[in-house]
């Protein structure tokens, strides 16, 4: 049975929520993009769940109720936060806009769920980890892919025109077929790579490490 208090502080209708929350989800991600989207969800389930707790609780037990809701809700965010500070914002969370653009994916770990919704043409790629990706009938023109660890990786009549591949590591890759005209290969290490029928910057073999004793090789298959 309920008691006055509860039936005073029931008045608050719980029905009213779901399309406050969905309305200000909505807007979230309209104006500031999916992310924000996931932030304003958080922010506006925990205080549903305050407010459920205060109707619904005797008075002693819902503050405990609110406090552990606030405590998961900043963990979630904190972590989610974090998580982009560290290893960038994931495709899945990309509004249209940015997914078009250029990736800036410095010094991180690529997935080959996340190539799929990326633009490499451009990017900033300097220091990432495409180890071992099927990256077939993406671009790399102009990229600026320092250091990028491409080992292993299927890059089978890729275009990499005038990107700046300068230590790259492209050991063991298939590079069949690929664009490289222009591309500045100084110190890229192609230690078994397969290079039948690429297309390479004039010279490249001088300033290069490990140059393949042949063209053709596993790489490919």
């Avoid at 309305?23 to 996931?38: D, S, W």
């Avoid at 993406?138 to 299927?154: I, L, M, Y």
Wanted: some cysteine.
């Amino acid at each position: 049975m309920s008691t006055p208090e509860q039936t005073s502080r029931a008045r608050w209708p719980l029905w009213m929520w779901p399309p406050v929350v969905i309305g200000l989800v909505a807007a979230a991600g309209q104006f500031f993009g999916p992310l924000a989207a996931l932030v304003v969800a958080t922010q506006t389930l925990g205080t549903l769940g305050i407010a459920a707790g205060y109707n619904l609780l005797e008075r002693p037990k819902w503050p405990l109720v609110a406090l552990v809701v606030f405590a998961l809700a900043t963990v979630t965010i904190t972590v989610g936060l974090l998580r982009v500070e560290r290893r960038g914002l994931p495709p899945i969370f990309m509004s249209k806009a940015q997914a078009g653009k250029p990736a800036d994916l410095r010094g991180r770990r690529v997935t080959q769920k996340d190539v799929r919704a990326l633009e490499f043409r451009g990017a900033r790629l300097s220091g990432a980890d495409l180890n071992g990706l099927d990256l077939r009938g993406k671009s790399f023109n102009g990229a600026e892919a320092v250091g990028v660890n491409f080992s292993r990786t299927r890059l089978d009549g890729v275009e990499l025109r005038g990107a700046d591949v300068r230590g790259a590591d492209f050991s063991r890759a298939c590079l069949a077929a690929a664009d490289l005209e222009g591309a500045d290969l100084h110190g890229a290490r192609l230690d078994d790579a397969v290079l039948a029928q690429a297309h390479l910057p004039e010279d490249a073999k001088k300033y290069t490490v490990g140059w393949p004793r042949k063209k053709v090789g596993s790489a490919c298959t």
